[in-house]
């Protein structure tokens, strides 16, 4: 049976996305979107221009502050934040409001951008600046241009599509490699095996399973990032600027 709203499911995300997404309409209504979409990237950009190079963590916002993993997610935020990176998250609760905790704490930047649901998500308290978007894929584009980096925590679906589309653009050769770290071993086990089985199938190749690392310590994470990111993309400490201090820029 599929969903529908008659039989008890309610849709998400902006009206006009849904509306663009059902197929061609005027071509003034397709316009009036297109100006919507230019709008929110100007919004966008002007919000996270001076925010510095950013580490983004992602994760689910269902575990409470005395899971394991809300635990980890917190150290991992203070040690990015101990980096000089901007910690970067959805901004909501659990893993999200752990990472902000642990840049906060660290007296590193802790950043918020919201994807603006029915069901609102309220910013945590652990956040320097909050940043809302009508639009999953303006939210995406602009996360992976400022990032230097994703820590892919426990999560569920809008996890796993940010893992799998930095995973995307990087085969493909959209935007340069940088870290990607997949954070759980046991968690991930199952998601592991299955992309082990798309190599035996040969529909990824050998090097497609380097593009992250799988791991279970916070150390093995910094080291990643430190190796891929700082070294990687030759960030050095720059002046402060504004309210936010910057690591640096690509050189």
């Not at 590193?108 to 978007?133: A, H, M, T």
């Not at 720059?238 to 820029?249: P, Q, S, V, Y």
Request: net charge neutral.
């Amino acid at each position: 049976m599929y969903m529908t709203e008659e039989n008890g499911f309610s849709p998400i995300g902006s009206k006009e996305e849904r509306e663009f997404l059902e197929g061609p309409h005027s071509r003034w209504k397709e316009l009036k979107f297109l100006f919507s979409v230019f709008y929110e990237f100007i919004y966008g950009i002007r919000k996270l221009h001076f925010i510095g190079p950013c580490i983004t963590i992602f994760g689910s916002a269902r575990f409470k502050e005395d899971h394991p993993y809300y635990q980890t997610a917190r150290k991992i935020g203070e040690a990015v934040a101990q980096l000089g990176f901007t910690v970067i998250t959805g901004g909501g609760p659990g893993i999200m409001e752990a990472a902000n905790r642990g840049a906060k704490e660290a007296g590193g930047r802790s950043v918020g951008c919201n994807i603006i649901l029915p069901n609102e998500q309220y910013p945590n308290r652990y956040l320097d600046k909050w940043v809302d978007f009508d639009y999953f894929f303006v939210r995406k584009t602009l996360l992976s241009k400022y990032s230097y980096g994703f820590v892919v925590l426990p999560g569920g679906y809008g996890t796993l599509d940010e893992f799998f589309e930095a995973l995307t653009l990087i085969q493909t050769g959209k935007f340069q490699k940088f870290p990607i770290v997949l954070f759980g071993t046991a968690y991930y086990a199952n998601l592991y095996a299955h992309m082990k089985h798309l190599l035996d199938e040969q529909t990824i190749g050998p090097h497609d399973l380097e593009l992250f690392l799988l791991t279970d310590s916070v150390d093995d994470t910094i080291a990643h990032i430190r190796k891929y990111a700082i070294e990687g993309f030759g960030l050095k400490k720059k002046r402060r600027i504004k309210a936010f201090g910057i690591l640096g820029e690509k050189t």
